[in-house]
Every structure is written in C-alpha cells, then in structure tokens.
C-alpha cells in the first residue's frame, strides 16, 4: 500500500496551459505538504495543510492553487503554466509534533514545453 | 537565504568504510534536525533524526552527530554499502507553529564496490 500517493509521475505539457496533480494519502497525517525540486535540486516548500486548513503559503505565484478537499488528499492546481514551472513537484504528509519526519510521494515530473 | 547548507554536492567511498556527509545550518531557532535519503525517480525517505537537545542519535549503521555552538551536524555511515549510493538531504525545522521543513541542497554520496 502506498503511503502518500501523487498522479501523475509525468506530465508534458504546453506554456499556457492548466493542469493537476493530485495527492493522496492513507496514513491519517493531519498534514500535507507540496514541495518543489527546480534544476538547481533544492527542495522548497510551497503549501501545507493542516486538516484542510491552509497553513504555509510560501512566495508562490498565484496561478498555484492548492485544494484540500479533506485531511487525506491535497491537489495543486496550476493555470497558465510556464517553462519556468518546469520541476519535480513532491507531496508530502506528517504528523503535527515535530521530528517524525515527512513522508514524501514519489514526485511529479512537470515539463513545460 | 540559504539556512541549511550542504557544502559538498558529492562523495565518493569505498565500499566498507566510514561515508561523513556534513550540514550546516544557519538559524537559531531551529530545534529538529533530519536526514532524508533520495533514490533517482523517487521521493525523499526519511533516515534519522535528532533532536537539539541531544548531541547524537545513533540508529544501526546510521548515526547523526550534533554540534550546536557551531551550528553544524554530520550523517556517519558505517560500514558503508553500494545500496547506500543516493542523494542525502539534511534537513531542520522548529517545532511548534508550521512546523514547516528547509532542505539543503543534498549530497550524492557514490559507494564503490
């Protein structure tokens, strides 16, 4: 059983266009996270969500719109894309209390062409 | 603004010795300090942990090392093995509020047969 589970692993898509990926995870974390890996391979938080409550909203452009529908899945949406979007975008949950870590999705490779 | 810093992007060792990955940090207030392991193609999976009040944390062949007046803590592998060949992030939070993780930039640790 997948832990944190995000789809899709690829996408290629055009400037301009809007796309998803979803994230799901059964492992009952009250926390979920989006995580961007760019060229330079730092790993950045963007979001996080505690029990569908925004929590962290890092300096990321508007056109990314996370979504909580409930504690176990949360979606980035992003319109517009741009090449500059072009990264590996990783989901992540935890426990809140500190040191238990992260459990991290295996990452969605987006290629903005 | 770097605060987690990972100075050495790669090392190379022999299988069966000692594999020393190094982090620094650079913000006070952090008080959870973490070690994730990255596979090509994968998500970040969490190793070991330490908490500042501790100066070592040691987890079979895995040990973390804590130096807080210099701000600086250390990933000991030994003996290592091929398997551990992977990109190793060290990573730090403060805990309570958003709780939220910063990553350096990982280190690609090589282990020859």
């Known amino acids: 059983d997948t832990a944190v589970s995000q789809t899709p692993k690829y996408l290629v898509t055009q400037m301009g266009n809007d796309k998803s990926i979803k994230c799901e995870q059964n492992l009952g974390h009250d926390t979920m996270y989006w995580y961007k890996q760019d060229s330079k391979k730092f790993l950045k938080i963007m979001f996080s969500y505690n029990n569908k409550e925004l929590i962290i909203n890092e300096t990321v452009p508007n056109r990314f719109s996370p979504k909580s529908p409930d504690k176990a899945h949360l979606n980035l949406h992003i319109n517009s894309l741009e090449l500059g979007d072009s990264a590996v975008y990783f989901c992540?949950?935890?426990?809140?209390?500190?040191?238990?870590?992260?459990?991290f999705g295996s990452g969605t490779r987006l290629t903005v062409v | 603004d770097q605060q987690v810093k990972q100075n050495s992007p790669s090392l190379s060792v022999q299988e069966g010795r000692i594999s020393i990955l190094n982090c620094d940090y650079t913000?006070?207030?952090?008080?959870?300090f973490l070690w994730y392991k990255k596979y090509p193609a994968e998500g970040p999976t969490f190793l070991i942990s330490?908490?500042?009040?501790?100066d070592k944390n040691e987890d079979g062949r895995f040990t973390v090392f804590l130096n807080k007046s210099a701000k600086h803590l250390s990933l000991h592998i030994v003996p290592s093995q091929p398997g551990d060949s992977a990109v190793y992030f060290c990573a730090a939070l403060t805990q309570g509020g958003s709780e939220k993780l910063v990553f350096g930039k990982g280190t690609k640790l090589t282990v020859n047969p």
């Open positions: 992540a949950s935890s426990q809140q209390g500190g040191g238990y870590g992260y459990t």
């Open positions: 913000n006070s207030m952090f008080d959870y």
């Open positions: 330490i908490s500042s009040i501790k």
